[in-house]
């Protein structure tokens, strides 16, 4: 089982790298986040990020705690073919990846499509996101760093920042609001 059991139909690949090239033209990627369910507030999962790096041609990463899934998906012959780099982690992690990957992957590329935001505005505090930054982010910055110190994400993925226009944050803090004023 894994990602190289992933059946990426023709419609589902020119979507995609039509998505990544069209919907911002100088960064030509796209970004996910998958979370644990039933955790509060969410705890990060993994980070999936996605580059066109040709005109056949998709890159790809997932990096989150304990798992690290590199592949390209490929335009060979006028068909798509998944093509695993690298696959290691918990099997039922990377399973579950397996199953939920185009699923993720369209409803991500139907939100962007939908919205004039490029991020669901509900982050929360101390979390790890992805965001498009052109010309992306070092893998010296003191986040990048931290994230891989605490095995959060792995090294791996982190380098591929910054060629893929891709840069990571924290969420903010949480609002609280100020206390009422008695009314007088």
Same mark, same amino acid.
């Not at 040709?54 to 997932?62: C, K, L, S």
């Given at each position: 089982m894994g990602l190289a059991n992933v059946q990426v139909s023709l419609p589902h690949f020119e979507q995609l790298h039509a998505h990544l090239t069209t919907h911002n033209r100088r960064c030509q990627n796209m970004h996910l986040r998958a979370t644990y369910p039933g955790t509060r507030p969410a705890q990060m999962r993994h980070l999936h990020a996605a580059f066109a790096s040709?005109?056949? =041609?998709?890159?790809? @990463?997932?990096s989150g705690h304990g798992v690290l899934c590199e592949y390209r998906m490929l335009l060979v012959r006028g068909q798509p073919q998944m093509?695993?780099?690298?696959? =290691?982690?918990?099997?039922q992690e990377i399973e579950r990846i397996q199953h939920q990957f185009?699923?993720?992957?369209?409803?991500? @590329?139907?939100?962007?499509? &939908?919205?004039?935001?490029?991020?669901?505005?509900?982050?929360?505090e101390g979390q790890l996101y992805l965001k498009r930054l052109y010309g992306g982010m070092s893998p010296d910055h003191q986040l990048c760093r931290n994230a891989i110190e605490s095995g959060a994400l792995d090294r791996?993925?982190?380098?591929?920042?910054?060629?893929?226009?891709? &840069?990571?944050?924290?969420?903010?803090?949480?609002?609280t609001r100020s206390p009422r004023r008695p009314r007088q």
């Open positions: 040709g005109d056949t =041609e998709i890159a790809g @990463m997932i093509r695993v780099l690298t696959e =290691e982690g918990d099997e185009l699923r993720a992957v369209v409803r991500r @590329m139907r939100e962007e499509a &939908a919205s004039d935001l490029d991020h669901p505005v509900n982050r929360i791996r993925f982190v380098d591929r920042l910054a060629p893929w226009n891709l &840069a990571l944050f924290l969420g903010p803090p949480q609002r």
